[in-house]
T-cell receptor
Framework: DSGVTQTPKHLITATGQRVTLRCSPRSGDLSVYWYQQSLDQGLQFLIQ???????AKGNILERFSAQQFPDLHSELNLSSLELGDSALYFC????????????FGPGTRLTVL | AQSVTQLDSHVSVSEGTPVLLRCNYSSSYSPSLFWYVQHPNKGLQLLLKYTSAATLVKGINGFEAEFKKSETSFHLTKPSAHMSDAAEYFC??????????????FGSGTQLTVLP
């Protein structure tokens, strides 16, 4: 158990809808990272927040947004969902700003029908 | 820009025989390199990391990797495979080529099968 929790475990929704994925980092970790894992794209970095501020941005679509709250938990919002957004979404955390060692949550499996 | 290539998408070994998972990287700056493992329906777990200290890095569960700058490689090895090693393995590179903040770039993964 990495200490990173993600909810929900599974999410099934329809195209055009909006969903929110939630992540709680390990106790004491200030950075939260979001990743998307799909069969065709592999594991892709989406975005990093450090102590409430956006730190680094990867291949995140404009339809997706994230934030980190004062208690350090983070939410990833996915809107105008398309079939191609079906994937595993992972959250990871690390103590500092540099991604030297990340601790991954179990993931949220999103299915868009 | 940084990139990482895992040379084998699938590797099969017999239990008790050595494991070699190959990784080549490209980086404009001094990189940090990692190996992560993902068991079925689980998140990723860090096996080991290289951050410009010793070039031979020892990790958990008997795995180790050697950083070879001249070959731009960071291959993962284990002397004797165990059934519990069956999983997907990701080679990861991190440098400053994306700007002031380091980002991780993941390889496409190598699925390791261990045969009894």
């Amino acid at each position: 158990d990495s200490g990173v929790t993600q909810t929900p475990k599974h999410l099934i929704t329809a195209t055009g809808q909006r969903v929110t994925l939630r992540c709680s980092p390990r106790s004491g970790d200030l950075s939260v990272y979001w990743y998307q894992q799909s069969l065709d794209q592999g594991l892709q970095f989406l975005i990093q927040y450090y102590n409430g501020e956006e730190r680094a941005k990867g291949n995140i679509l404009e339809r997706f947004s994230a934030q980190q709250f004062p208690d350090l938990h983070s939410e990833l919002n996915l809107s105008s969902l398309e079939l191609g957004d079906s994937a595993l979404y992972f959250c990871a955390s690390s103590p500092g700003a540099a991604p030297n060692e990340q601790f991954f949550g179990p993931g949220t499996r999103l299915t868009v029908l | 820009a940084q990139s990482v290539t895992q040379l084998d998408s699938h590797v099969s070994v017999s239990e008790g025989t050595p494991v070699l998972l190959r990784c080549n990287y490209s980086s404009s700056y001094s990189p940090s390199l990692f190996w992560y493992v993902q068991h079925p329906n689980k998140g990723l777990q860090l096996l080991l990391k290289y951050t410009s200290a010793a070039t031979l890095v020892k990790g958990i569960n008997g795995f180790e990797a050697e950083f070879k700058k001249s070959e731009t490689s960071f291959h993962l090895t284990k002397p004797s495979a165990h059934m519990s090693d069956a999983a997907e393995y990701f080679c990861v590179v991190s440098d400053l080529s994306s700007g002031s903040a380091r980002q991780l770039t993941f390889g496409s993964g190598t699925q390791l099968t261990v045969l009894p």
